[in-house]
Nanobody, 125 residues
């Protein structure tokens, strides 16, 4: 069983930066792909960024490319989402997720195995 505990988030002005963290406990974190999702009010949960177990391959949603960066430190059992040049449209609850299969990140989020508790990110204009 893996538990994911998120930290970071908050309120920031447009153009600002935030870093989200996702600390894993339980079996080896390096055995799981990592994903960051977000869900705005009235919208579906969407994949923002994903990373393979080793960190060798990443994905970033087009609208966040060049602004957001996913990373992980397997020695610390922690994943990160660095968010720069934030825009009001980035306002949402952000979730980290872990799954043994990286490909699952790109399907229905309900099939992902482990989730963080979510953290609110609010970007004011």
């Amino acid at each position: 069983q893996v538990q994911l505990v998120q930290s970071g988030g908050g309120v920031v002005q447009a153009g600002g930066s935030l870093r989200l963290s996702c600390a894993a406990s339980g079996p080896t974190f390096s055995g799981y792909a990592l994903g960051w999702f977000r869900q705005a009010p009235g919208k579906v949960r969407e994949l923002v960024a994903g990373m393979t177990r080793s960190g060798g391959s990443t994905y970033h949603k087009d609208s966040v490319k060049g602004r957001f960066t996913i990373s992980r430190d397997n020695a610390k059992n922690t994943g990160y989402l660095q968010m720069d040049s934030l825009e009001p449209e980035d306002t949402a609850v952000y979730f980290c997720a872990a799954d043994a299969n990286y490909g699952t990140m790109f399907g229905d989020p309900r099939f992902l195995t482990y989730w963080g508790q979510g953290t609110q990110v609010t970007v004011s204009s």
